[in-house]
């Protein structure tokens, strides 16, 4: 059975500090993995990781891919309280659809 | 740019009685269409998806149902509720082979 696991499952930082968000997974035949941020309601697309090594980045949050250890790692500096939310790992792998959702971290960023 | 709508935003159903939630998306064709559920501190588990006008696929076993009548409408659906059906419903897009799915604001459903 496919299996995505988030670590920490919730994290409590001042403004201005660095995070660090993991992502680890068991799958068959992976074929990209995805981060979204989760506010009130519906994820919201920040990045998505096809290839090893390659780091993606917006803003102050970048993202990257080891295929090898099969985990992937989300970064935000310089937290705000904005940043404050939920943040799913999601991978898809096998068939066309076959999707597996982590159950997330919650980051509370307080000033 | 593409839009995608949910509704009702919040319901709260008995035990045993039906259930339709509708979701529609606007500024693209032929999208594939999906429904999640995420339960209290779970992650999203997807339930169907749909590549086309009356193509369902269901991922988990259960007694919910749905239906793409129309290119960009979806519908999920149960003739009778359970407990264990609260959640958080999600509706999603994507175009074609791309991976990335986009969310609609979601149904909050509590059954009673």
């Known amino acids: 059975e496919d299996k995505v696991v988030q670590s920490p499952l919730s994290l409590v930082v001042h403004e201005g500090d660095t995070v660090t968000l993991n992502c680890s997974y068991e799958v068959t035949n992976f074929r990209s993995l995805l981060w979204y941020k989760q506010e009130k309601k519906a994820p919201t697309f920040l990045f998505m990781l096809?290839?090893?090594?390659i780091e993606k980045k917006s803003g102050r949050l970048s993202s990257i891919l080891d295929k090898k250890e099969l985990f992937s790692i989300l970064n935000i500096t310089a937290t705000q309280t904005g940043d404050s939310a939920v943040y799913l790992c999601a991978v898809f792998s096998g068939g066309y659809q076959k999707v597996t959702f982590g159950t997330g971290t919650k980051l509370q960023v307080i000033p | 740019s593409q839009t995608i709508h949910q509704w009702p935003a919040t319901l709260v159903q008995p035990v045993g009685s039906p259930l339709s939630l509708e979701c529609t998306v606007e500024g693209t064709s032929n999208p594939n269409l999906y429904w999640y559920r995420q339960a209290a501190g779970r992650g999203l588990q997807l339930l169907f998806y749909?590549?086309?006008?009356?193509?369902i696929s269901s991922e988990v076993p259960q007694n919910l149902s749905a239906s793409r009548p129309q290119d960009r409408q979806f519908i999920l659906s149960s003739k009778k509720l359970l407990l264990s059906d609260s959640g958080f419903y999600l509706c999603?897009?994507?175009?074609?082979?791309?991976?990335?799915?986009?969310f609609g604001p979601g149904t909050r459903l509590l059954v009673l």
């Open positions: 096809t290839s090893s090594g």
């Open positions: 749909s590549v086309g006008i009356g193509q």
């Open positions: 999603a897009w994507a175009l074609g082979l791309q991976e990335t799915q986009y």
